[in-house]
């Protein structure tokens, strides 16, 4: 018998955070503090600003966060817990929080900030030719 391969890492347990992908509280982390059924969970982020309520998994995507609540844990267990953990300064230096704020501040330029830009990478191109053909001459 070969060796058994784990396709899935991230399952949706009581305690996960998730990151709302859908609605109004969209780019928001939440956590899951009790499981509806297959299609659903109560969610709840008392420290981030989203309300708690029922959500669709496919509105949501699960993080490689958990913390520790008992199952149906009211808004004050779940604040506690999740600021207690550090959650929140942990994500903030994911990768993957980076990527989405970069990805923000791209689209929200304005025009001459992207000249600017175009510019600065310019300058950057012409030194870094200028040492590359040093380097081979």
């Known amino acids: ?17 998730i990151l709302v992908s859908k609605g109004e509280n ?14 659903r969970a109560v969610v709840d982020g008392p420290s981030t600003g989203v309300p708690r309520q029922v959500m669709a998994y496919r509105d949501m995507t699960l993080t490689r966060f958990v913390i520790k609540v008992p199952r149906a844990a009211g808004s004050t267990a779940v604040k506690k817990a999740f600021e207690a953990s550090g959650v929140a300064e942990k994500w903030a230096e994911s990768k993957w929080a980076k ?3 970069a990805r923000e ?3 929200n330029t ?5 000249f600017t830009v175009q510019v600065l990478k310019k300058q950057r191109r012409n030194i870094l030719g200028a040492a590359a053909k040093k380097v081979q001459a």
Not at 2 to 12: A, E
Not at 26 to 39: C, R, S, Y
Not at 110 to 114: G, K, Q, Y
């Open 1 to 17: 018998m070969g060796v058994q391969r784990v396709s899935f890492k991230r399952y949706v347990e009581v305690g996960r955070v």
């Open 26 to 39: 969209q780019g928001k982390l939440a956590t899951i503090v009790e499981i509806v059924d297959q299609n």
């Open 99 to 101: 990527t989405i704020k």
């Open 105 to 107: 501040a791209r689209k």
């Open 110 to 114: 304005t025009d001459f900030e992207r």
